[in-house]
């Protein structure tokens, strides 16, 4: 008989083959459900090849911090957020393997919440899915509000003048609140909404201008080095790096982002960890050597609240506003490309969330025309939209880096969990070192989380109160595995009065 205790309901998990068929379009829907959109088994389409899906790690990776983070990461950690940029680097590099290892067993859609679901039972995986939820909405919302920046700051260059202060800013200091960055994501949704085909093939060509636009700005800005910037190395000491890593870990968001395009990608057993880690290597090379550059073409004081800050060094070094044109049209782009994935993984997680029940079946409706989920997507688009008009970046980046450290370190102990229950369970790629590298995961995650500020964790705190109350006041009761539970403990008794009928007769 299903056990209903708290405990058992809490630690439930989702077998992995029911995940992988539901990810075919078999059993899509909660027990029960009447048929969505007119038609049953609708489900996500397999589109995305392997450089799509590459572009989408390094879309949601490279610009979600580098095109701005540095105005806040240098003024804590001084010329040594080259070292931050490092530790940040290995901590992702240490978790990339184990989100390899796990999108190759389980590849669906979800990430870090469908992984919690099929190892560390239905407690662990809501929780996860709200920081999930925070990560990425909030993620999507601290770029947008940096879109405003690049493109106040191409205005200026190429027509002398700049949206009104007023409408460029979240409330304060002047500001009402960020009408650029209300139009950026009214028309990532408006992209997502037509089709994850055409969405890919965008942000693809998105991506190589973007590359593009960050190799130009090494090769300008290595030509203003000068050593004497990087001195004192270390002026706010070892504190300041923590500081810092901790508050960029956030960029590294498009590992997750990867693993969220489970169910629409080719051949995802091989996929999958290939472009994982693709992504990892071009990333890190690239955020590495903007910061190196960054910091040696000016003094690391000068990067306190500039705005468009990469376009100002180049504007500096040449003394022409050409260059830094030009980077500011790339940063307008890049950026665009960057909001539009962070927001594609958000409606994906929700979509997987909606169709176990632990949310209103709704965000697992999809569109028979496109196979998108347009209800989800506008609801994304409006919190998102919200956030990125009316919250400052500072607060929007920090509560980003912790949601984004407590899904890594979930998934690197999902790694254990699984090699201990499914030994067995086909892997296209297995971590290697284990079990030290999911372990030092686990660790640099933590040590990144005591770094965070204090105000971060208060907001952590209330998403988790959020999260509990949804959780106990509607999940727990709508979740397909409670369903499930409660249809096999009513089958049970109707059995043992038919053994006993048998037997008296």
Not at 390 to 398: E, H, I, Q, W
Request: some cysteine.
């Amino acid at each position: 008989m299903a056990s209903n205790t708290l405990g058992a309901r809490l630690t439930r998990r989702k077998p992995v083959s029911t995940l992988i068929a539901e990810s075919e379009g078999h059993d899509g829907l909660p027990a029960g459900a009447p048929e969505e959109g007119g038609r049953s088994g609708i489900h996500l389409r397999r589109s995305i090849g392997l450089w799509q899906l590459s572009a989408i790690g390094i879309g949601a990776t490279i610009g979600t911090g580098i095109f701005f983070v540095l105005s806040t990461a240098v003024p804590s950690a001084g010329p040594a957020v080259i070292l931050s940029f490092v530790i940040a680097a290995v901590t992702a590099g240490l978790t990339a393997l184990c989100y390899a290892e796990m999108a190759s067993a389980i590849p669906v859609s979800g990430s870090s919440y469908s992984y919690a679901y099929a190892t560390l039972g239905e407690g662990v995986a809501f929780a996860v899915g709200i920081c999930l939820l925070m990560e990425y909405g909030v993620s999507a919302s601290a770029i947008a509000v940096s879109w405003a920046e690049y493109l106040n700051k191409f205005f200026d260059l190429a027509f002398g003048f700049q949206i009104p202060e007023q409408l460029s800013g979240a409330p304060g200091d002047g500001h009402w609140f960020n009408l650029p960055a209300l139009l950026l994501v009214a028309m990532v949704c408006f992209l997502l909404v037509r089709g994850v085909s055409e969405s890919v093939k965008v942000n693809a060509a998105m991506v190589g201008i973007k590359i593009l636009i960050l190799i130009l700005f090494i090769g300008v800005a290595l030509t203003g080095f000068h050593s004497g910037n990087l001195t004192p190395f270390m002026p706010l000491g070892i504190g300041g790096v923590q500081l810092a890593a901790s508050s960029i870990f956030f960029s590294f968001i498009g590992l997750d982002a990867v693993s969220t395009a489970g169910e629409e990608v080719k051949n995802p057993r091989r996929t999958l960890p290939m472009a994982i880690i693709i992504s990892l290597v071009v990333v890190t090379l690239l955020y590495i050597l903007v910061a190196l550059a960054g910091i040696g073409a000016q003094p690391w004081e000068k990067f306190d609240g500039q705005e468009a800050g990469l376009a100002q060094i180049l504007q500096d070094i040449t003394g022409q506003s050409w260059p830094a044109m030009v980077f500011a049209i790339g940063a307008i782009i890049s950026i665009f490309s960057i909001t539009l994935v962070v927001i594609y993984g958000q409606t994906r997680i929700l979509y997987s969330m909606g169709r176990d029940g632990m949310l209103p079946k709704r965000f697992a409706q999809l569109s028979p025309r496109t196979g998108t989920p347009v209800w989800n997507t506008i609801v994304v688009g409006l919190g998102v939209g919200a956030l990125a008009a009316f919250v400052p970046l500072n607060v929007l980046a920090d509560i980003t880096s912790l949601g984004t450290l407590i899904a890594f370190s979930v998934v690197s102990i999902g790694v254990i969990v699984l090699r201990r229950t499914q030994p067995d369970l086909p892997r296209g790629f297995k971590v290697p070192g284990y079990p030290v590298v999911p372990l030092l995961s686990v660790g640099f995650c933590g040590y990144l989380i005591t770094g965070l500020h204090a105000d971060t964790f208060e907001a952590g705190a209330v998403a988790l109160v959020i999260a509990v109350a949804v959780y106990f006041g509607y999940s727990i009761k709508h979740s397909k595995l409670e369903r499930a539970g409660a249809e096999q403990s009513a089958e049970q008794p109707a059995e043992a009065a038919e053994s006993s009928e048998t037997k008296a007769g």
